[in-house]
């Protein structure tokens, strides 16, 4: 009798584990969903999904899906007055996954793209103190990605693109021109269907004066698809291109 119930019981757990994984997938596909058409409703529901959802704060892929969803949303989601904010619960949802798992590959590109974001939001002085969580994040971000997943490998392009813009806009004395070029042709060798890299080197070109190579990059954002999971993404970044191509005639 015992021994029924016991199993009958692993078999209540191994059930419940499976919908639990079922719903964090879907939950992460809604999320893609969400950033791809810029939808917010759907980035809303993921958040109050996982916030409403009992022990989410115990489960780093629920925490991961949920700091992506704040990072995200914080983007184009809310008003100014509340970027801040967002950006902060983004950051704390993906410690919070990491201390759970400190493999977390999107977690860490997540918290060192939140401090990326909130650094603006602060003076000088205090957002240079903020760069050394930014590269420790980042860089762990790139070590630890697999390229060999598709999931991952996109994180780990973001994780490059994001290093390589902070090595072009740190103030003097900070920047490298050079090493931001091989982190964003690092990015570029990941996924080279992925316009906002080519928009990001057209900016670096523009700061090392070669407008001719920035006018190239400015114009294959122009003439790409989008990255089929960040269409938005892509028509925000073909508006950009065309407005500095203007500057360039």
Same mark, same amino acid.
């Given at each position: ?9 692993? $078999? ?5 584990? $499976? ?61 100014? =007055? ?13 410690e919070m996954a990491l201390k759970l798992d400190s493999k977390n590959g999107r977690a860490s590109y997540i918290a060192g793209a939140s401090i990326g974001r909130l650094a603006q939001y602060k003076g000088i002085i205090q957002s240079l103190f903020m ?11 790139? =070590? ?12 780990? *392009? ?32 990941? *996924? ?13 070109? $523009? ?12 114009q294959k954002v122009i003439s790409m698809q989008p990255y089929p999971w960040l269409v938005k993404t892509h028509e925000e970044a073909v508006k950009d291109a065309t407005k500095e191509l203007e500057k360039l005639k």
């Open positions: 009798m015992r021994r029924r119930f016991l199993l009958a019981f692993s $078999l209540l757990i191994l059930i419940s584990t $499976l919908i639990f994984a079922v719903d964090s997938e879907q939950l992460n596909k809604l999320f893609y969903e969400g950033r791809r058409d810029r939808d917010g409703e759907k980035i809303l529901s993921v958040i109050k999904t996982i916030e409403g959802t009992s022990g989410y704060d115990k489960d780093t892929r629920l925490l991961t899906i949920l700091a992506d969803a704040y990072l995200e949303y914080g983007l184009w989601g809310v008003d100014e =007055k509340q970027k801040e904010k967002t950006y902060e619960k983004a950051r704390a949802y993906a760069l050394g969580d930014f590269d420790r994040f980042i860089d762990n971000a790139i =070590k630890l990605l697999n390229e060999n997943d598709e999931e991952q490998r996109l994180y780990k *392009t973001f994780a490059y693109i994001a290093s390589g813009m902070r090595f072009r806009d740190v103030p003097w004395p900070l920047y490298n021109y050079k090493k931001s070029e091989e982190l964003l042709n690092a990015a570029l060798k990941l *996924t080279p269907s992925y316009s906002n890299i080519y928009l990001e080197l057209g900016y670096l070109y $523009l700061k090392t004066g070669d407008k001719a190579k920035a006018k190239e990059m400015f």
